[in-house]
Nanobody, 114 residues
Framework: QVQLVESGGGSVQPGESLRLSCATS????????MSWWRQAPGKQRELVAI??????NYASSVKGRFTISRDNAKKAVNLQMDSLKPEDTAVYYC?????????WGQGTQVTVSS
């Protein structure tokens, strides 16, 4: 059974940091392209960051503030979020893709507010 479980969300003030983690099970983790997405109320889900092997890419809105990384030994992907802004408020989802296989986590809420 495949599981992606996000953790690390919460409520912070602007300028603060959070670190999200996505623990996976049931997949051959090293084969998968891993990514973080987010969905704000009333908006479409959008790609935040993606990591494939050692290559990373970021949405322009988070470049320079967010860092995606993967720990193959722990079968986990992380998202370090620094200098958070109110517009980063959203539910953050972890995604695993390989060929036709496509799995999502249940999401974790991130709220940035003063």
């Amino acid at each position: 059974q495949v599981q992606l479980v996000e953790s690390g969300g919460g409520s912070v003030q602007p300028g603060e940091s959070l670190r999200l983690s996505c623990a996976t099970s049931g997949i051959d983790f090293t084969l998968y392209v891993m990514s973080w997405w987010r969905q704000a109320p009333g908006k479409q889900r959008e790609l935040v960051a993606i990591i494939s092997g050692g290559t990373t890419n970021y949405a322009s809105s988070v470049k320079g503030r967010f860092t995606i990384s993967r720990d193959n030994a722990k079968k986990a992907v992380n998202l370090q979020m620094d200098s958070l802004k109110p517009e980063d408020t959203a539910v953050y989802y972890c995604r695993a893709q390989w060929g036709r296989s496509d799995y999502w986590g249940q999401g974790t809420q991130v709220t940035v507010s003063s």
